[in-house]
């Protein structure tokens, strides 16, 4: 019942900021007990947990990214978004948004979005 939807431009160019944005139907992103979540799989690697919120809003990020993430939502449009500054072309890849349960299953996950990075 619950649907995530990646949306955001396909080609980013080098240096410049990456800005997704993930739409939640069936179910509210204020929901007690879940996380939302921004998960990538890089060309040629594995999934890489990125980071995301909790329901009631506090922040967790990977350390490997955080110096250049940002996430934040929109609780009004049940949506939350993704921002990565300075990209390369190492972020090239797939970008899902997820429901997680504090156990770090993922239940709920969006199609995902090809995002390249290249001038």
């Known amino acids: 019942q619950v649907q995530l939807q990646e949306s955001g431009p396909g080609l980013v160019k080098p240096s410049q900021t990456l800005s997704l944005t993930c739409t939640v139907s069936?179910?509210?992103?204020?929901?007690?007990?879940?996380?939302w979540s921004w998960i990538r799989q890089p060309t040629g690697k594995g999934l890489e947990w990125m980071g995301g919120?909790?329901?009631?809003?506090?922040?967790y990020y990977s350390p490997s990214l955080k110096s250049r993430t940002s996430f934040s939502r929109d609780t009004s449009k049940n949506q939350f978004t993704l921002q990565l500054s300075s990209v390369t072309p190492e972020d090239t890849a797939v970008y899902y948004c997820?429901?997680?349960?504090?156990?770090?299953?993922?239940?709920?996950w969006g199609q995902g979005t090809q995002v390249t990075v290249s001038a």
């Open positions: 997820a429901r997680e349960v504090p156990t770090g299953r993922i239940h709920y």
């Open positions: 069936g179910g509210s992103i204020t929901t007690s007990g879940y996380f």
């Open positions: 919120f909790a329901y009631s809003g506090s922040t």
